[in-house]
């Protein structure tokens, strides 16, 4: 079965600090994977994308992830968070094969403090 | 210039009847996606539509209609809407199979309370 897991319901740090949030997917075929991004009372806004060749990729605002095959991973990183990175981040995943929908991890809300 | 929007935004719905939330997509995307988010869920699969006049079921179809009458919209129909229906629900259009089309876009979200 296709699952994602987000270990941190919730994380604090305090602006300027670093940021990584982690994610752990299972399939066992070649996935898809996504961050998305939902602000307060927004949609969910694509943050970057995974779907081969280098394990790191660069999304939108300074965000970078990693994909890691072996540990069945694809954690999120930013070097130097502000206040307006306060969010809820969702890890996703997308199974290759079927026109079936997102998978998405349960979110980690993200709270920067001044 | 918004390529998916819903409406309503906001709908609050006796128990008993019968609620249609809208999505509309200027995408030109096949498939069409109906999810609900509820705290320590993240967003569960109602309905999708792989193209005008399809439905198919997502995981949790049960209490939950839906409508494709054309490219661009596609609805969701609670013909008798229970208090457990409360919850924010977002439609999302994308490509298709495959590399290059498995990215989704989400629209604003519409909060439906069902007293």
């Known amino acids: 079965a296709q699952s994602v897991t987000q270990p941190d319901a919730r994380v604090t740090v305090s602006e300027g600090a670093s940021l990584q949030l982690r994610c752990k997917y299972s399939?066992?075929?070649?996935?898809?994977l996504f961050w998305y991004v939902q602000y307060p009372r927004q949609g969910l806004q694509l943050l970057l994308k995974y779907y081969s060749g280098d394990p790191v990729v660069q999304g939108v605002n300074g965000f970078e992830a990693e994909f890691s095959k072996s540990n069945s991973s694809f954690h999120l990183r930013k070097a130097s968070v502000h206040w307006s990175d306060s969010a809820v981040y969702f890890c996703?995943?997308?199974?290759?094969?079927?026109?079936?929908?997102?998978?998405f991890g349960t979110g980690t809300t993200v709270s920067v403090s001044p | 210039e918004a390529a998916v929007t819903q409406s309503p935004r906001n709908k609050v719905a006796v128990t008993g009847g019968k609620v249609t939330l809208s999505c509309n997509q200027t995408n030109n995307h096949n498939n069409m996606y109906w999810y609900r988010q509820d705290t320590g869920h993240g967003l569960r699969l109602i309905h999708y539509?792989?193209?005008?006049?399809?439905?198919e079921k997502g995981d949790i179809p049960d209490g939950y209609k839906a409508s494709r009458p054309s490219q661009e919209n596609f609805s969701l129909i609670l013909e008798l809407a229970t208090p457990s229906q409360t919850s924010v629900y977002f439609c999302a259009s994308g490509g298709g199979q495959g590399a290059g089309y498995a990215e989704q876009f989400f629209g604003p979200g519409t909060r439906l309370t069902v007293l």
């Open positions: 539509s792989y193209g005008a006049g399809s439905t």
């Open positions: 399939y066992s075929g070649t996935p898809y």
């Open positions: 996703v995943l997308r199974a290759y094969q079927g026109g079936r929908a997102l998978i």
